[in-house]
Nanobody
Framework: QVQLVESGGGLVQAGGSLRLSCAASRRTFSPYAMGWFRQAPGKEREFVAV????????YYADSVKGRFTISRDNAKNTVYLQMNSLKAEDTAVYYC?????????????????WGQGTQVTVSS
């Protein structure tokens, strides 16, 4: 079992930056692929980014490519999402997710564990 706890959300002006963190409770989460999803009010949960367990491969949604960067520190059991050039449409609850296999796609069904989410609000 893996528990995931997100942090770093908040209110930021358009054009600003935030860095989200997701800490995993498991002693080591290095075999897991880690992803970020988000859900805006009235909308379905959507994929944001994923990183392979080794950190060597990443994949982003087109809507965030070039603005967001996913990274991980396996020694700290933590995955990060650096968000730059934020837009009002990035406003959502952001969720961290873990997949037992070493790689995962943009499909929520690929992921086995989910955090509770952290709110990101971008004011225009």
């Amino acid at each position: 079992q893996v528990q995931l706890v997100e942090s770093g959300g908040g209110l930021v002006q358009a054009g600003g930056s935030l860095r989200l963190s997701c800490a995993a409770s498991r002693r080591t989460f290095s075999p897991y692929a880690m992803g970020w999803f988000r859900q805006a009010p009235g909308k379905e949960r959507e994929f944001v980014a994923v990183i392979r367990w080794s950190g060597g491969n990443t994949y982003y949604a087109d809507s965030v490519k070039g603005r967001f960067t996913i990274s991980r520190d396996n020694a700290k059991n933590t995955v990060y999402l650096q968000m730059n050039s934020l837009k009002a449409e990035d406003t959502a609850v952001y969720y961290c997710a873990a997949a037992r296999k070493g790689w995962a796609t943009d499909k929520a069904d690929d992921y086995d564990y989910w955090g509770q989410g952290t709110q990101v609000t971008v004011s225009s």
